[in-house]
């Protein structure tokens, strides 16, 4: 895959024997690891970009200590499966957004164990041909007075499919928990089918959670509009395309990382 920008991050070597301490704003990179291990000390934070660029299997453990922060995302561009495990402390941010370009299964699992934590989970799938895509996004709200919030888009066009799976639990001692959960959906082709399945599990009555879930396709009377000001029908499609997906990925949390999803996300909307 070509990227400038993925080209120009550093590399990040962690030493998995110790919790990572301070405050980078540094984005790094790391490529298509079998294993990863990341412990944010208190009051740390991070930004990284995981890289599945091969067909494997991978699994990702992370722990958050008070007050640490991270914004991670994981870029698909092969058909790889990784699952994502996040334990969060009191007063931990985790900003993650998976991007899957070349098919793939991702599983995400976020543990709000301390209160006043913040969780913020965003999935797209671009899928054409063949492909399939398969993003599973559970978030655990395991004590009080937490948020989270998951939104996940797909777009597949050709014979692609896709599938959302969404949990919000809710323990019965998370009063004042706050949840959102949304899946939206564009069928791009008579045999493209994505299947979407987002659920509450709710125990606690001192709550405020939703969600919801559509599937649909191209808004032809927007393609007439903008046809009637002057672009072709592949401009007005692309137009009505990057503005459902772009607006996505360009809330990752970090200018440099959204920059470089953009370009691997707009090489894969010229191929739908």
Same mark, same amino acid.
């Given at each position: 895959?070509?990227?400038?920008?993925?080209?120009?991050?550093?590399?990040?070597?962690?030493?998995?024997?110790?919790?990572?301490?301070?405050?980078?704003?540094?984005?790094?990179?790391?490529?298509?690891?079998?294993?990863?291990?990341?412990? &944010?000390?208190?009051?740390?934070?991070?930004?990284?970009?995981?890289?599945?660029?091969? %067909?494997?299997?991978?699994?990702?453990?992370?722990?958050?200590?008070?007050?640490?922060?991270?914004?991670? %995302?994981?870029?698909? !561009?092969?058909? %790889?499966?990784?699952?994502? $495990?996040?334990?969060?402390?009191?007063?931990?941010? &985790?900003?993650?957004?998976?991007?899957?370009?070349?098919?793939?299964?991702?599983?995400?699992? !976020?543990?709000?164990?301390?209160?006043?934590? $913040?969780?913020?989970?965003?999935?797209? *799938?671009?899928?054409?041909?063949?492909?399939?895509?398969?993003?599973?996004?559970? +978030?655990?709200?395991? !004590?009080?007075?937490?948020?989270?919030?998951?939104?996940?888009?797909?777009?597949?066009?050709?014979?692609?499919?896709?599938?959302?799976?969404?949990?919000?639990?809710? /323990?019965? @001692?998370?009063?004042?928990?706050?949840?959102?959960?949304?899946?939206?959906?564009?069928?791009?082709?008579?045999?493209?089918?994505?299947?979407?399945?987002?659920?509450?599990?709710?125990?606690?009555?001192?709550?405020?959670?939703?969600?919801? /879930?559509?599937?649909?396709?191209? @808004?032809? $009377?927007?393609?007439?509009?903008?046809?009637?000001?002057?672009?072709?029908?592949?401009? /007005?499609?692309?137009?009505?395309? +990057?503005? *459902?997906?772009?607006?996505?990925?360009?809330?990752?949390?970090?200018? $440099?990382?959204?920059?470089?999803?953009?370009?691997?996300?707009?090489?894969?909307?010229?191929?739908?």
């Amino acid at each position: 895959m070509q990227n400038a920008i993925l080209e120009q991050l550093p590399t990040l070597h962690i030493a998995l024997d110790r919790p990572i301490e301070g405050r980078s704003e540094q984005l790094y990179r790391v490529d298509d690891p079998s294993c990863l291990e990341l412990k &944010l000390a208190a009051d740390a934070r991070l930004k990284l970009l995981v890289v599945r660029s091969q %067909a494997a299997t991978s699994r990702v453990q992370i722990e958050l200590g008070e007050r640490a922060e991270l914004v991670l %995302a994981e870029l698909f !561009v092969a058909d %790889a499966e990784t699952t994502v $495990e996040v334990q969060q402390g009191a007063e931990s941010r &985790l900003q993650l957004t998976s991007l899957q370009l070349g098919g793939g299964v991702g599983r995400y699992v !976020v543990n709000l164990m301390g209160a006043y934590a $913040e969780s913020r989970v965003n999935g797209l *799938f671009a899928l054409g041909g063949a492909e399939r895509s398969s993003l599973t996004i559970r +978030t655990n709200h395991q !004590v009080a007075d937490c948020r989270s919030y998951s939104e996940v888009r797909g777009l597949a066009g050709g014979e692609a499919v896709g599938r959302f799976d969404g949990m919000v639990y809710v /323990a019965p @001692d998370a009063q004042r928990t706050d949840a959102f959960q949304q899946n939206r959906n564009m069928l791009l082709s008579e045999k493209a089918r994505i299947d979407t399945k987002p659920q509450l599990e709710i125990y606690a009555d001192d709550v405020k959670c939703s969600h919801g /879930a559509t599937v649909g396709q191209m @808004d032809q $009377e927007a393609i007439y509009y903008l046809r009637q000001r002057g672009l072709d029908e592949q401009q /007005a499609r692309r137009l009505q395309l +990057t503005g *459902f997906a772009d607006d996505l990925v360009m809330r990752c949390g970090c200018e $440099e990382m959204c920059a470089a999803l953009l370009e691997a996300l707009n090489a894969k909307l010229n191929r739908i």
